[in-house]
């Protein structure tokens, strides 16, 4: 990953697995496209640095850091079968926990909850500001659920405007609280059960914009957690290996060669997540039906 105007949102070398060559499926294309590399698919322009006239950090450097500890170890995994020394294990989770994070999926629903909270933030405002035209002192605010942080009428309003602020300003922003979150998430998910499912030769993996899908035993995303007993993990390694992570038991290592109905099972997770994209080293149908889905909505709506 080079820092620059074009920047990918999911890692080269971990799209070139599927895409060298391969068939992209975008929500709202017509048709599949073929691409020979991976080259100039999942980037965005300045996603995560700024232009060079601008200030911040530059979470592209931070983000390639990450990559580049954790590729060799990565490389590893689509051949062993074996359990990794403790390191690779763990700039494998550290790889993950970036990879879980820095999606502009993931990060465009976290803006989007919270656009949510400034909702409700404004609504509050509002009455406080009634209170105060009143002549009455509102006193310290309490903004509600969660840690009780009581602030001022004005320390609130200026709290939200940074908000606003940060919502506005895409990746950058929000890695900026995502990173503070990998050193302690990385460690989480070595701890966890690793279990890699081998394809057999007549079937394939795919993979999606959303990689790594979080949710608990039953499937459901709602409340999932990583440090849960219940958590259940996923990401296709690549077109014949997929990872599969369990809260609990914790500590395994495995690796099992499971047949085509299963495989198309795990495919499907990857699919029912997807947000805007699928990456697969050959044509499948389940993808095809999903982008003509998608391109149905569209022309509806």
Same mark, same amino acid.
């Given at each position: 990953m080079?820092?620059?105007?074009?920047?990918?949102?999911?890692?080269?070398?971990?799209?070139?697995?599927?895409?060298?060559?391969?068939?992209?499926?975008?929500?709202g294309a017509k048709h599949a496209k073929r691409v020979y590399?991976?080259?100039?698919?999942?980037?965005?322009?300045?996603?995560?640095?700024?232009?060079?006239?601008?200030?911040?950090?530059?979470?592209?450097?931070?983000?390639?850091?990450?990559?580049n500890s954790a590729a060799?170890?990565?490389?590893?995994?689509?051949? *062993?079968?074996?359990?990794?020394?403790?390191?690779?294990?763990?700039? =494998?989770?550290?790889? @993950? &926990?970036?990879?879980?994070?820095?999606?502009?999926?993931?990060i465009e629903e976290a803006a989007a909850a919270m656009l949510d909270t400034m909702e409700k933030a404004d609504h509050m405002i509002h009455k406080m500001s009634e209170i105060h035209k009143s002549g009455v002192d509102p006193g310290p605010i309490d903004p509600g659920p969660g840690p009780s942080i009581k602030?001022?009428?004005?320390?609130?309003?200026?709290?939200?405007?940074?908000?606003?602020?940060?919502?506005?300003?895409?990746?950058? *922003?929000?890695?900026?609280?995502?990173?503070?979150?990998?050193?302690? =998430?990385?460690?989480? @998910? &070595?701890?966890?059960?690793?279990?890699?499912?081998?394809?057999?030769?007549?079937?394939?993996?795919?993979?999606?914009?959303?990689?790594?899908v979080l949710t608990d035993l039953d499937g459901s995303p709602l409340g999932a957690g990583w440090a849960k007993s219940d958590a259940v993990g996923t990401l296709p390694l690549s077109p014949k290996r997929y990872?599969?992570?369990?809260?609990?038991?914790?500590?395994?290592?495995?690796?099992?060669?499971?047949?085509?109905?299963?495989v198309a099972g795990l495919n499907s997770r990857t699919i029912s997540f997807a947000h805007s994209a699928i990456y697969s080293s050959e044509k499948y149908n389940p993808a095809e039906k999903w982008l003509q889905k998608g391109s149905r909505a569209n022309n509806e709506s």
């Amino acid at each position: 990953m080079n820092t620059g105007k074009s920047q990918h949102t999911i890692p080269r070398f971990y799209l070139g697995q599927f895409l060298h060559p391969g068939w992209v499926y975008l929500r709202g294309a017509k048709h599949a496209k073929r691409v020979y590399s991976a080259k100039k698919v999942g980037v965005r322009d300045w996603y995560y640095s700024p232009p060079n006239d601008q200030q911040g950090l530059p979470f592209d450097d931070i983000n390639k850091e990450i990559e580049n500890s954790a590729a060799p170890a990565y490389m590893q995994l689509l051949t *062993a079968e074996n359990a990794l020394i403790k390191d690779s294990k763990l700039y =494998l989770a550290y790889f @993950i &926990a970036n990879l879980a994070l820095r999606t502009p999926v993931v990060i465009e629903e976290a803006a989007a909850a919270m656009l949510d909270t400034m909702e409700k933030a404004d609504h509050m405002i509002h009455k406080m500001s009634e209170i105060h035209k009143s002549g009455v002192d509102p006193g310290p605010i309490d903004p509600g659920p969660g840690p009780s942080i009581k602030c001022t009428l004005k320390e609130w309003r200026e709290a939200l405007t940074s908000m606003r602020e940060e919502v506005n300003t895409g990746g950058k *922003a929000m890695m900026d609280i995502t990173m503070s979150i990998i050193p302690n =998430l990385g460690p989480v @998910i &070595a701890k966890m059960s690793w279990m890699i499912m081998i394809a057999p030769a007549d079937s394939f993996f795919v993979t999606s914009d959303r990689p790594i899908v979080l949710t608990d035993l039953d499937g459901s995303p709602l409340g999932a957690g990583w440090a849960k007993s219940d958590a259940v993990g996923t990401l296709p390694l690549s077109p014949k290996r997929y990872l599969v992570l369990y809260g609990s038991p914790r500590g395994k290592w495995a690796y099992y060669k499971i047949s085509r109905q299963e495989v198309a099972g795990l495919n499907s997770r990857t699919i029912s997540f997807a947000h805007s994209a699928i990456y697969s080293s050959e044509k499948y149908n389940p993808a095809e039906k999903w982008l003509q889905k998608g391109s149905r909505a569209n022309n509806e709506s």
